[in-house]
């Protein structure tokens, strides 16, 4: 990733990396630091506990709700795309959606934010 977009981290420094427990090792490590990347993710086993591991159990609620949204909601797994540049534009049209209906209900006062039963016609 960082090959393939080489300005990423100039353009944004101080990013911290978010990785699961298998993106390890010292010179993996010294790697991100020297480009100025923090890497945060779970020990591995007989590792000591590592920093920020508190944030990882919320955060993954976090994830598996969003994909789990994205999966039922807003039918991403039958997307119809024929091409990647088809594929990108109709789930970005499908979050923005999404996005649209929350921010909406949210001004609005509805009991629930993510509800889209009635935009579904």
Same mark, same amino acid.
Not at 40 to 51: D, I, N, S, T, W
Not at 58 to 69: F, H, M, Y
């Given at each position: 990733?960082?090959?393939?977009?080489? &300005?990423?981290?100039?353009?944004?420094?101080?990013?911290?990396?978010?990785? &699961?427990?298998?993106?390890?090792?010292?010179?993996?490590?010294?790697?991100?630091?020297?480009?100025?990347?923090?890497?945060?993710?779970?020990?591995?086993?007989?590792?000591?506990?590592?920093?920020?591991?508190?944030?990882?159990?919320?955060?993954?609620?976090? !994830?598996?709700? !969003?994909?789990?949204?994205?999966?039922?909601?807003? &039918?991403?797994?039958? =997307?119809?795309?024929?091409?990647?540049?088809?594929? !990108?534009?109709?789930?970005?049209?499908? !979050?923005?959606?999404?996005?649209?209906?929350?921010? =909406?209900? &949210?001004?609005?006062?509805?009991?629930?934010?993510?509800?889209?039963?009635?935009?579904? =016609?």
């Amino acid at each position: 990733m960082l090959e393939a977009e080489t &300005d990423l981290v100039s353009r944004r420094p101080g990013q911290t990396l978010i990785a &699961d427990k298998n993106y390890y090792g010292r010179a993996f490590e010294q790697e991100l630091g020297q480009a100025g990347l923090s890497l945060l993710r779970p020990a591995r086993k007989g590792e000591p506990p590592r920093a920020g591991s508190r944030l990882f159990r919320p955060l993954r609620q976090v !994830i598996e709700s !969003i994909n789990q949204t994205f999966k039922g909601r807003l &039918d991403l797994e039958r =997307h119809g795309g024929r091409t990647p540049g088809g594929v !990108i534009v109709r789930v970005l049209q499908r !979050i923005f959606a999404l996005t649209a209906a929350v921010w =909406h209900n &949210d001004r609005t006062g509805q009991p629930v934010l993510r509800s889209l039963t009635a935009y579904d =016609h």
